[in-house]
């Protein structure tokens, strides 16, 4: 089946280093992926889109990549801060949606 | 952008009971979508709310379960009936401006307990 899979074990880093969560997607080729954020007790929020045709797009602090070869995705927090910390879900599109679990990110001062 | 409330924001039922969540959005869209996110699982996909016709559910929902409304353009309504303890869940409701590369944005989510 189609799957989104991301990092299961939460991600604890310094404040100030840079952050790399990973996204692979398995038996499907998404025409473009999703990066969201979500905080307890809060619904997602969008962060980026790239498309498939596009090796890298930049906002900010944030940096996301799209592999078509290797069927994956990497998401970048440079200078990382404590208002960093939160859940990290990535979505690949087909007729909707498939989401990942998301990866927990702990910024530690 | 587009915001969103959903009421209740959180609620513990009894088994056998039924509650309606509401979504409202600031704006006119012509797409709602009303997911599912259990703790441990992904967010899943319950049905898709399009104003003036039959709401569309995904394999494993069906509308006996979840009835939905979509009076108008900016509100719906997803319901759970004949709650049991597997339905406790967060509910959440998004929308998706067309044209705006398919970002969806999310309600703050409804927390539903079933006792």
Known sequence: ?109 | SAVISQKPSRDICQRGTSLTIQCQVDSQVTMMFWYRQQPGQSLTLIATANQGSEATYESGFVIDKFPISRPNLTFSTLTVSNMSPEDSSIYLCSVDLAGINNEQFFGPGTRLTVL
């Not at chain 1, 790399?20 to 979500?38: E, H, K």
């Open chain 1, 1 to 109: 089946s189609q799957k989104i899979e991301q990092n299961s074990e939460a991600l604890n880093i310094q404040e100030g280093k840079t952050a790399t969560l990973t996204c692979n997607y398995t038996n499907y080729s998404p025409a473009y992926l999703q990066w969201y954020r979500q905080d307890p007790g809060r619904g997602p929020v969008f962060l980026l889109l790239i498309r498939e045709n596009e090796k890298e797009k930049r906002k900010e602090r944030l940096k996301v990549t799209f592999d078509t070869t290797l069927k994956q995705s990497l998401f970048h927090i440079t200078a990382s801060q404590p208002a960093d910390s939160a859940t990290y879900l990535c979505a690949g599109n087909n007729r909707k949606l498939i989401w990942g679990l998301g990866t927990s990110l702990a910024v530690n001062p």
